[in-house]
């Protein structure tokens, strides 16, 4: 069974504080997201991953970085966390391909104080 | 640059009534269309996608939806509501690679007893 886990479910952080938000998938999946989503706006791309160590910037990149060191694993990281970063975040993956469905882990509620 | 507009961030029916989602895309080329759902606290998941086959799509949980490109529609139905189905519901869709997906601000539906 197709599985993305993430590594917190809720998280609270002080504001300039350093956040990484982890994500893995056991599917071999070339591709992996973040999104955002926030009350209204939908699902806004953070940054995709299309394979190890190559990541493009989405919609929103403002104020973050991402990792992928190894195939499974892709991390989000606030460099100084910010109050307008309260989110919902969601991790993704699926194969490389124009129609392939992806993939939604649990999502990481954060809340920056 | 394609996107989705959903009608109605908020629909609420009585169980046993049809559910219908609007859902109205934007593309300069062919596009490809999903339906996702999301359960309270969890991530997304795939209901159906449209992949230029059949305009009919069958997904699950008895959901269709249609593609009508003379009215550049992709609205969800389902005949019975049924309580399970309270949940939010995300359109999204891609044109070129499924990195470019574009999601809806999504629509809450409420299943009345």
């Known amino acids: 069974d197709v599985k993305v886990t993430q590594s917190s479910r809720y998280l609270v952080k002080r504001t300039g504080e350093k956040v990484f938000l982890e994500c893995v998938q056991d599917m071999d999946h070339e591709n992996m997201f973040w999104y955002r989503q926030d009350p209204g706006l939908g699902l806004r791309l953070i940054y995709f991953s299309y394979d190890v160590k190559m990541k493009e910037k989405g919609d929103i990149p403002e104020g973050y970085s991402v990792s992928r060191e190894k195939k499974e694993r892709f991390s989000l990281i606030l460099e100084s966390a910010s109050t307008n970063q309260t989110s919902m975040y969601l991790c993704?993956?699926?194969?490389?391909?124009?129609?392939?469905?992806?993939?939604f882990g649990p999502g990481t509620r954060l809340l920056v104080l | 640059a394609q996107s989705v507009t959903q009608l109605g961030s908020h629909v609420s029916v009585s169980e046993g009534a049809l559910v219908l989602l609007r859902c109205n895309y934007s593309?300069?080329?062919?596009?490809?269309l999903f339906w996702y759902v999301q359960y309270p606290n969890q991530g997304l998941q795939l209901l159906l996608k449209y992949t230029s086959a059949a305009t009919l799509v069958k997904g699950i949980n008895g959901f269709e939806a249609e593609f009508k490109k003379s009215e550049t529609s992709f609205h969800l139905t389902k005949p019975s509501a049924h309580m399970s189905d309270a949940a939010e519901y995300f359109c999204a869709v891609t044109s070129y690679n499924n990195n470019d997906m574009r999601f809806g601000a999504g629509t809450r539906l409420t299943v009345k007893p």
């Open positions: 993704a993956s699926s194969r490389a391909g124009r129609v392939e469905t992806q993939y």
């Open positions: 593309s300069s080329v062919p596009p490809y």
